[in-house]
């Protein structure tokens, strides 16, 4: 049995290797060009979709998988990307990531010559494929860049780091839409992932340029079985969410990945108590802030992503809109985060993590309470509203929960840390999205014969179930009666709400726990326990 031991981290990140180095705000635009490279494919994909269910004779499962499979490669390989950020270095691991993501988006431009080529493989097969690529590549870099940031900007300064990282990727969010909008409005899909290829290489130019080295020089090798658990475990919990909606919540395949996800959780966490060198040290959680920081990560993720999941059938469902105009009405919330990102970083360095997450979480929750009660014919100001004050309430509470966790973990371990939470955001945010739809499922089926009237008794049991399934994203299937149609926006709408207003209570309990954090404390010189 290997035996746990303390290191002495760093004192300061000094030029062996231990610092990002330079103008640590050009390090900042470094990093954000990787991460704009996937911000923008989380965008624009949602919109190609329909293009791409054409011109590729994609099914609905087909489609599914062109997400599922990015976000399971995401999320399993996160935190295990964390740690060879830590290990071989973290600007050489975000490099590979920001060159393998772009390298794989132009090879999915390229699906169906790829198809023709390689015997056995369909164009949509090979756009999964790549897909799946993509997502181990994004996990890459997502983590490093983090890191990057956290040894750039030490003491308070992170806190401003982190307001102008959101503002980046509120901005990038915001073009996301529009520029999707644009591309795919000529019918071609292919050009949402060509995109990528200017930005990853003028990612890849400045990165090389500007950043240097940093790495743990105690760590040697990494914890290979604590991989293997680690992953397992990450797979059969995402998979479960994405497919409970359809297996069932009680059925017992969903059960059976829920236990092996148990068992699988529960080897990892005895095996890291005892590797020499674990995959994710145990006493990272000691720290309070660090623990509690990551749970607030996955109930904002679960609440926002959860509940705005639906908006995009709302708009384009219920209200009629093209994408592009659907994009647009997305915006408020988007371009607010560039004003408010900025300015929650000044916001934590003076009231600290309790007082301005918390306020955030508030707002938040008056948010989504508003969303609430939208109606069908929500005008442009009247969904505007509580998009501005969304960005506004969600903007304290990524930036916070971010700096803390992050900030919060010794610099050696800052690659872990932020695999910790990108894995939390990813992980609650498929959660709130499959159980929010559920939700919303459920409100749908209850509240759909009352909209129909004596006509549901004329409805047979499958056409009624397909029409339900149609309503969960706010689609009447085409040559329908107006009264049927009406039936299923107006249960799509009640399922919606009901979803807005359980965020609502999420965000009101979540604020709560922000009394329990504090402020990254910075601490680069003190021991770090390893085992």
């Keep these: 049995m290997a035996h ?22 050009l390090v900042l635009l470094a990093v954000s060009l990787g991460v704009i490279m996937v911000m923008l494919d989380g965008t624009v994909v949602g919109i190609a979709n329909p293009v791409i269910q054409t011109d590729l004779k994609a099914s609905l499962s087909d489609l599914q998988w062109v997400t599922s499979g990015y976000l399971l490669a995401l999320a399993v390989f996160l935190i295990t990307a964390g740690k060879l950020g830590d290990l071989f270095g973290h600007k050489r691991v975000f490099l590979i990531g920001v060159g393998g993501f772009a390298v794989s988006s132009v090879g999915i431009g390229f699906s169906a010559e790829l198809a023709d080529v390689v015997p056995g493989v369909t164009p949509i097969g090979a756009l999964i494929g790549l897909r799946v690529l993509q997502g181990l590549f ?10 990057l940031l956290r040894s750039a900007f030490p003491g308070p300064k992170l806190n401003q780091a982190m307001g102008a990282w959101g503002a980046i990727i509120g901005l990038s969010s915001a073009a996301g839409p529009i520029v999707g909008g644009l591309l795919v409005g000529g019918g071609n899909w292919e050009s949402v992932f060509f995109i990528n290829a200017p930005v990853g290489v003028i990612a890849l130019v400045m990165g090389i340029i500007l950043i240097k080295e940093n790495r743990a020089k105690s760590l040697a090798r990494i914890d290979w079985l604590g991989v293997v658990l680690l992953s397992g475990a990450m797979f059969s919990l995402v998979w479960m969410i994405i497919k409970a909606p359809d297996w069932g919540w009680g059925d017992s395949t969903t059960l059976t990945f829920l236990a092996v996800f ?14 020499s060198q674990p995959l994710v040290p145990l006493s990272l959680f000691a720290n309070p802030s660090i623990s509690i920081g990551t749970f607030l990560m996955m109930m ?18 219920v209200h009629g809109l093209e994408p592009l105009d659907a994009g647009l009405r997305m915006l408020p919330m988007s371009a607010g985060m560039i004003v ?15 007082i301005t ?15 609430s009660r939208l109606g069908i014919d929500a005008s442009f100001i009247e969904s505007g509203i509580p998009f501005v004050l969304l960005a506004f309430g969600l903007s304290p509470v990524f930036v916070g929960a971010t700096e803390i966790i992050v900030g919060n973990a010794p610099v050696e371990l800052s690659g872990v840390a932020g695999g910790v939470q990108q894995s939390a955001m990813q992980v609650g945010g498929a959660l709130g999205t499959a159980i929010l739809g559920a939700v919303m499922a459920s409100e749908i089926s209850s509240n759909m014969p009352g909209y129909l009237g004596p006509i549901a008794q004329q409805i047979p049991p499958e056409q009624m179930t397909a029409l339900e399934k149609a309503a969960a994203f706010g689609a009447a299937p085409p ?3 107006e009264p049927v149609v009406s039936a299923v926006h107006n249960s799509f709408m009640d399922g919606m709400h009901l979803a807005f207003v359980v965020s609502t209570c999420i965000a009101v309990l979540t604020a709560a726990l922000t009394m329990f954090v504090r402020a990254g404390r910075k601490t680069e010189g003190a021991p770090v326990h390893m085992g």
Excluded at 300 to 317: I, S, Y
Aim: charged share 5%.
């Design 262 to 275: 148990v068992v699988l959780i529960g080897l990892f966490i005895f095996w890291q108590s005892r590797a």
């Design 479 to 481: 040559g329908l009666p």
């Design 300 to 317: 904002v993720a679960f609440a926002m992503f959860g509940a705005m999941f639906f908006l995009g059938f709302f708009f384009q469902g």
């Design 138 to 147: 994004g996990a890459l870099l997502q983590p490093a860049a983090l890191a």
């Design 4 to 25: 746990a031991k303390a290191v002495d981290a760093p004192s300061s990140p000094g030029p062996a290797g231990t610092g990002t180095g330079g103008n640590p705000w």
């Design 357 to 371: 997450m918390a306020g955030g979480l508030l707002i938040t929750a008056f948010a989504m309470f508003l969303m």
């Design 340 to 354: 408010a990102s900025p300015l929650a970083g000044m916001m934590l360095s003076r009231f600290g993590p309790k």
